[in-house]
């Protein structure tokens, strides 16, 4: 696996887990919590850049990601969706809509593979369901980045 491969992996993992602690326990101070969290994990801070951008991006376009989660997510209430499926989601569609140099389908794998370490057994069908909703209304090549 290259090296960016398994950075971002890591990376991905780690936003999903601050994300999922911030939908449980708002941060009372961003800066602080985010130094907090990345003090416990096992590599450097820079190691997880990508991770920063996710969280970041993700809080700062929630409103616009759980719009599309809601128009998407057929027969099923936003507030039953299970929170860490929901920041699984949340991270897949930030990629989707605001990382034009990540093919979609590479967002939707990483997101089921996720579903897969961190949620139930059901949640991968779900989150692969809305994704692929997602991806169709993208209008662009799934299997490549928008820079290709």
Do not use: C
Request: avoid cysteine; hydrophobic fraction near 40%; charged fraction near 30%.
């Amino acid at each position: 696996m290259s090296s960016q491969f398994t950075h971002r992996r890591e990376s991905r993992a780690a936003a999903l887990q601050f994300l999922y602690a911030a939908s449980i326990n708002k941060p009372a101070n961003m800066v602080e919590d985010l130094n907090q969290f990345f003090v416990g994990l096992e590599n450097p801070r820079e190691t997880y850049a990508f991770a920063e951008e996710l969280i970041h991006g993700v809080l700062a376009n929630q409103e616009e990601i759980d719009g599309h989660i809601r128009g998407l997510a057929h027969n099923w209430e936003f507030e039953r969706i299970a929170r860490i499926d929901l920041a699984i989601l949340r991270i897949a569609i930030f990629e989707m809509l605001h990382r034009k140099d990540i093919p979609p389908i590479v967002s939707i794998n990483e997101a089921i593979d996720l579903s897969k370490n961190f949620s139930t057994a059901d949640s991968k069908r779900f989150i692969n369901g809305i994704l692929d909703r997602m991806k169709d209304k993208l209008g662009r090549d799934s299997r490549k980045s928008a820079t290709e």
